[in-house]
């Protein structure tokens, strides 16, 4: 469960029990509630409050007695226009959905409380929803979605400034990097919220911070130290009574022993874990379970029970639509059949988990997320500082109050003479501090904004290469190995080694792109112009795409043989075969690109044609935005990054001349650049 699921039970049971009840009451109190709700003259606003309050009463003593009274509420609501108490409604069964697993469920209604938040204008309620919302998606395995919401919560947080849902903004987009793979930046995240919620005493922030850099940690093979972290947190959990993540902390220290081969302690914290989902019928939860019990029987041998787990836990899966679990029950079953000698199966479930894992965590996903974290670093990087300068502080003044009480004692024993000197030089101490604080907060807005810099060019070229140079790679190696098992048939080969040649040439334009991209943003790429045969240039790109590509395109040359320009004949090289290559990947199979060249005055105007799909005139003006590269697949569903593009507008603006397109859906485009004209 989220930090955030932590505020909402919070705020949820703060809301529904003005009336000072709470679970530990005794049944008068319930029941004399249960009494006003079967009043007939109760009115409708009373009686949805009433029915709230009841179903967040039961939700950890009685958890089907909790729904009942939310789906009497919600029936209720949808027959009354009272928006303040149908959030209150719709906020509670959202969170009993989240509790039992239903995160599609919980979703929708958290997007109903949205919309009524956003007609009444409450800032802080759209503030809770967005992180609500951003959590449902974190459940469903939809990363960046659950990064938009969690970041559009920090935002409004910082400007009421609600430094309790900033901090937990800053935890949950901490978690959304774990589950990306980013553990620097995750720990970063989780150990500032971790140390905002110890001097916000925010008592239940603490577990929860300890239980999610456990999991970084274990995620990065620390094994002792992730235990260590885990039990901190599982000691906290039952001290805090925060039992809704009890579940998940025993889960993940059952992963830990599993990763350390001791079994028997990891059957037995799954089953633990699956006996406190199966109080709140959490069916996300018990498959989660079921999976790690079926990993724990696949390496005792036993495969049978373990393909029974893995099944279960899919049947269950799939209807939640929680992604992230089907891709690792697939993985699973993969592994499984392998191992029991069923190739045929066991290719069936890695083509199913390749599938869906390339889904999840495609191109276009990772560069949204990219775009999206480069925008919360930039404008979140005041509030981190102004927080860890708050906490500086903040630490300061307990010092200096430590210090007061001392020279309060020192001030009954000794002369005045002796305090005015301890006042005189309490003041030079702190100007000294405050002024080596200034000159710290400059220094680090310098460093700042030279690691954004290098940041941009290091997250944007790896967040690329995570996804399209591992592809390939991974493919290559499935094939290998299932030669090497014999498992594939001799009429199969060529099928899938045409497949591989496709992906490998992509990976190659890929490679060439973004090392020259990395190149020219390091500005270690240097021009030197020249005399250059552009006819020439474009019959050595003509010859070289006819041989790797795979559709019949007639590539046609109108380059008069007296086009000579005055450029870099590498880099005009590069652009002149980027934009033949994004014709042909636009043209059907039969078409036809065009490449010509007008003298002008003092500068040749270069084009490439082609008679392809053609584009919408608001595509029009992103191909060359470098801060948000566009890209989408070919005729041939070939796929690209959009660096390309963003090359040529570099490369060309470098060397002199200018770069446009015109196009029309479904008519073709052309693309247009300038190079001045040799002497």
């Known amino acids: 469960m989220s930090r955030m699921l932590s505020l909402r039970l919070i705020l949820t049971i703060m809301v529904l029990t003005t009336c000072g009840l709470s679970q530990a009451q005794t049944p008068a109190g319930v ?18 409050d009433a029915l709230t309050r009841l179903s967040g009463l039961y939700q950890f003593v009685d958890f089907a007695r909790s729904v009942k009274y939310s789906e009497e509420a919600i029936a209720l609501a949808a027959n009354t226009d009272l928006p303040l ?32 938040d956003m007609i009444v ?5 759209i503030a809770q929803e967005y992180n609500a919302i951003g959590n449902d998606y974190y459940d469903l395995g939809e990363y960046d979605d659950a990064y938009f919401y969690f970041t559009q919560s920090h935002r409004m947080a910082s400007a009421a400034r609600d430094t309790l849902r900033m901090l937990i903004a800053l935890h949950n987009v901490g978690r ?31 577990p929860y911070g300890l239980y999610e850099i456990g999991d970084v940690l274990l995620r990065k093979h620390e094994y002792d130290s992730a235990l260590a972290t885990l039990r901190e947190a599982l000691a906290l959990v039952r001290t805090l009574h925060v039992d809704i993540i009890e579940p998940k902390v025993l889960s993940t220290m059952a992963t830990a022993y599993l990763q350390q081969n001791d079994y028997k302690n990891a059957l037995a914290f799954y089953d633990s874990a699956y006996a406190l989902h199966q109080k709140t019928t959490n069916r996300y939860g018990m498959a989660e379970a079921n999976l790690g019990r079926g990993i724990v029987l696949t390496k005792e041998g036993n495969f049978d029970q373990a393909l029974e787990k893995f099944e279960a836990s899919l049947s269950v899966a799939r209807p939640l639509n929680a992604r992230v679990l089907e891709i690792k029950a697939f993985n699973e079953l993969s592994a499984l059949w392998e191992q029991k000698g069923d190739f045929k199966k ?51 003044g307990e010092l200096k109050k430590q210090e007061f009480v001392r020279n309060i004692l020192v001030v009954v024993m000794a002369l005045s003479a002796i305090l005015l000197v301890t006042v005189y030089r309490s003041g030079q101490r702190r100007r000294k501090i405050n002024t080596l604080l200034l000159q710290h907060q400059d220094d680090m807005e310098k460093r700042s904004e030279e690691l954004e810099r290098l940041n941009q060019v290091k997250d944007k070229f790896f967040s690329i290469i995570s996804h399209d140079l591992r592809s ?7 094939l290998l190995d299932l030669i090497d098992k014999g498992a594939i048939e001799p009429a199969e080969m060529h099928k899938h080694t ?82 033949m290559m994004n014709a042909i990947k636009f043209t059907n199979d039969g078409g036809k690109v065009t490449i010509d060249a007008k003298p002008q005055p003092s500068e040749w105007l270069f084009s490439v044609k ?17 801060t948000a590269p566009y890209t989408t697949r070919g005729t041939a569903n070939e796929k690209g990054t959009g660096l390309g593009l963003i090359l040529c507008k570099e490369f060309i603006e470098k060397n002199g001349g200018r770069i446009w397109v015109e196009s029309e859906e479904g008519q073709g485009s052309t693309f247009f650049f300038t190079l001045p004209k040799a002497d």
């Open 176 to 206: 959304v990097f774990k589950e990306l793979g980013q553990f620097d930046q995750a720990l970063d995240h989780l150990q500032l919220s971790k140390k905002l919620s110890e001097t916000q005493n925010d008592r239940e922030g603490i």
């Open 31 to 48: 029941d004399s509630l249960e009494n006003v709700v079967k009043s007939s003259n109760l009115p409708d606003s009373a009686r949805l």
């Open 346 to 396: 066991a290719l069936y479930y890695y083509k199913q988990y390749k599938q869906l894992e390339d889904t999840l965590f495609s191109q276009e996903t990772q560069g949204k997320l990219l775009r999206d974290q480069i925008r919360f670093e930039t404008e979140s990087r005041d509030t981190q500082i102004a927080a860890l300068s708050q906490l500086q502080v903040m630490q300061h």
């Open 498 to 579: 045409q497949e591989l040649k496709v992906r490998f040439n992509h990976t190659r334009t890929l490679l060439n792109n973004l090392l020259d991209w990395t190149l020219l943003q390091m500005d270690k790429l240097s021009l030197q112009a020249a005399r250059i045969n552009l006819r020439k240039i474009v019959d050595e790109n003509i010859q070289l795409l006819i041989s790797v590509q795979n559709k019949q395109i007639n590539m046609i040359n109108n380059v008069p043989t007296d086009a000579i320009g005055y450029a870099d004949s590498n880099t005009i090289n590069l652009v002149i075969r980027n934009l």
């Open 610 to 626: 082609d008679n392809g799909v053609g584009m919408k005139p608001e595509v029009l003006n992103m191909l060359f935005d470098k």
């Open 85 to 116: 108490h149908k959030i209150k409604a719709y906020r509670n069964a959202a969170l009993l959905y989240t509790i039992s697993g239903d995160y599609s469920s919980a979703l929708r209604y958290d997007n109903l409380a949205l919309e009524l």
């Open 472 to 478: 390939p790679i991974n493919a290559l190696a499935g």
């Open 121 to 125: 204008k409450d800032s802080a309620g």
